[in-house]
C-alpha cells in the first residue's frame, strides 16, 4: 500500500489584541484603527461585544524586538550671548564694508564733479582771455583813430589866430560892434544870444565880421548880414 506523506501546514499563531493594546503597540491613535476597521485592512473579530484585532504573532515579535523608532525632531541649538554677539559684530562687518564702499563711490563723484568744473572754469577763463584781447585790440583800435581824430580837432579847434583887423572906429563911422547894434534892435535877450552864438560861430571863416580886441564889428558900408541877423 502506498503510504503518502501528508505535509501539515503549519497553522499560523494569531493574537488578539484590543483598541487600546494595538493603539499602544502600533503607536496608532483609535480613529486610524476605526479607519482601517471599516475599510477591512484589518482583521477583526467581535466577542462578548468586544473588538479584537487579530495580528500576527511573528508580526508582533518583530514590533516587540524592533520597537518603532520615533521621528524626533533634532533639538534647536540653544541661543546664547556669545552666538548674538558674533553675528552682531558679522553684521557690523559687512555693514562697514558697505559703507566703506559708500564712501569710495562719494569720493570717486565728488573728483569727478570737481575736474568737471574745473573743465568747465578753464572752457570759461579761454573764453574771457580771446573776448579779452578781442576787446583789447578793439579799444585800442579805437584809441588809435581818437588819437588820430583829436590830432585832426586841434588842428581844427586851434587853428592859427586870423589876423585881426585894425581899424580906425572913429573913423568909420558905418562900422559898429555887434553887441552894441544887437541892442538897438527890438529883440528879446535869448534872440540877441542866438544871434551872437550864430556871429562867434563863423566869425573865423567870414570875412564879413571883424574881429578887434575880443570883440566882433560889422561893416554895413560893405557887406549884408541880413541872413546872420534874421530870427
Do not use: C, W
Not at 497553522?11 to 477591512?40: H, P, Q
Request: no cysteine.
Amino acid at each position: 500500500m502506498f503510504r503518502g506523506v501528508h505535509i501539515q501546514k503549519e497553522k499560523r499563531k494569531e493574537m488578539k489584541l484590543t483598541f487600546d493594546e494595538y493603539s499602544k503597540k502600533f503607536k496608532m491613535s483609535k480613529e486610524m484603527i476605526s479607519s482601517k476597521l471599516r475599510a477591512k485592512t484589518l482583521d477583526y473579530v467581535i466577542e462578548n461585544d468586544i473588538v479584537y484585532i487579530i495580528v500576527d504573532d511573528e508580526v508582533f515579535q518583530e514590533t516587540k524586538q524592533k520597537p518603532q523608532q520615533q521621528s524626533i525632531a533634532p533639538a534647536k541649538p540653544r541661543t546664547t550671548v556669545a552666538m548674538v554677539l558674533s553675528l552682531y559684530q558679522k553684521e557690523n562687518l559687512q555693514l562697514k564694508e558697505k559703507i566703506l564702499q559708500l564712501e569710495k563711490k562719494i569720493d570717486k563723484l565728488i573728483d569727478d564733479k570737481e575736474q568737471m568744473l574745473r573743465d568747465e572754469m578753464s572752457k570759461i577763463e579761454k573764453v574771457y582771455a580771446s573776448k579779452d584781447e578781442q576787446l583789447k585790440q578793439v579799444l585800442e583800435l579805437l584809441n588809435t583813430k581818437l588819437l588820430s581824430q583829436n590830432n585832426n580837432t586841434v588842428l581844427d579847434v586851434e587853428p592859427l589866430p586870423k589876423a585881426e583887423q585894425t581899424i580906425d572906429l572913429q573913423d568909420q563911422n558905418q562900422i559898429v560892434e555887434l553887441k552894441s547894434y544887437l541892442k538897438t534892435l527890438d529883440l528879446e535877450p535869448h534872440q540877441r544870444k542866438i544871434i551872437k552864438k550864430r556871429f562867434f560861430a563863423v566869425y573865423d571863416s567870414d570875412v564879413r565880421i571883424i574881429k578887434q580886441n575880443g570883440k566882433l564889428y560889422l561893416d554895413f558900408t560893405k557887406y549884408d548880414y541880413s541872413d546872420l541877423l534874421e530870427y
